[in-house]
């Protein structure tokens, strides 16, 4: 099992910036990949960005340049920074890993408002 706890969401104004964090706990050995979805309401949860163990990234075409993703293996955590923001990128930031088994977790979501 993983435990996965988000934070750094909250109310930004367009053109700003907010960092995410995410911090695994329980099976953390198993982790391989790491990644950020999203979901604003009335539409299905997509994907972000996300990471795998070695570093490899990939990102939503709309974000590319003004977000990234990193990921400190000694502390767990997973972040995303999140400058250059837009209304539209406003939304309910979800943290998920994948195990190396293939299993997958999710975070409780974290808000971001984007004031435009």
């Known amino acids: 099992q993983v435990q996965l706890v988000e934070s750094g969401g909250g109310l930004v104004q367009a053109g700003g910036s907010l960092r995410l964090s995410c911090v695994a706990s329980?099976?953390?050995?198993?982790?391989?990949?790491m990644g950020w979805y999203r979901q604003a309401p009335g539409k299905q949860r997509g994907l972000v960005a996300a990471?795998?163990?070695?570093?490899?990234?990939t990102y939503l075409d709309s974000v590319k340049g003004r977000f990234t993703i990193s990921r400190d293996n000694a502390k767990n955590t997973v972040y995303l920074q999140m400058n250059s923001l837009k209304p539209e990128d406003a939304a309910v930031y979800y943290c998920?890993?994948?195990?190396?088994?293939?299993?997958?977790?999710w975070g409780q979501g974290t808000q971001v408002t984007v004031s435009s």
């Open positions: 990471i795998t163990s070695g570093g490899v990234t």
């Open positions: 998920k890993v994948v195990t190396t088994g293939a299993r997958a977790y």
């Open positions: 329980g099976s953390i050995f198993s982790i391989n990949a």
